[in-house]
């Protein structure tokens, strides 16, 4: 009888299996991170990604990468325009995270009314 497994035991199984996923996984930490933020603020925003690309006068292609995983890290005025798109104010926090990810916080005011 086959049971589901837990999302966290298979993609341990995938890495183990394939290290060069564990590479990819870790080369693409901080942008994925930036990118699930993206759409976590814009679909708390009630907008679509054609909504959004109309809000901030870009193309839809170009928000669909920055919230895609792969591509270019984008700089704090693109991630501050897309924040205000969605009536956030995006405040940056440096500091050591205790681990050598190298992550970063970044902290979202949320000034819808």
């Not at 990819?24 to 976590?40: C, D």
């Not at 193309?59 to 956030?88: H, N, Q, W």
């Amino acid at each position: 009888m086959n049971r589901l497994r837990d999302f966290a035991d298979v993609r341990r199984d995938i890495e183990d299996e394939n290290p060069g996923v564990q590479l990819e996984l870790r080369r693409t930490a901080q942008k994925r991170s930036i990118a699930q933020m993206l759409v976590r603020m814009r679909k708390q925003a009630g907008l679509t990604q054609t909504a959004l690309a109309v809000e901030t006068g870009w193309d839809k292609g170009f928000v669909s990468r920055l919230e895609g995983a792969y591509g270019g890290m984008p700089d704090t005025g693109t991630i501050a325009r897309y924040a205000t798109a969605c009536g956030f104010t995006l405040r940056l926090v440096a500091g050591n995270t205790g681990d050598d990810s190298g992550a970063i916080e970044v902290t979202l005011q949320d000034d819808r009314q």
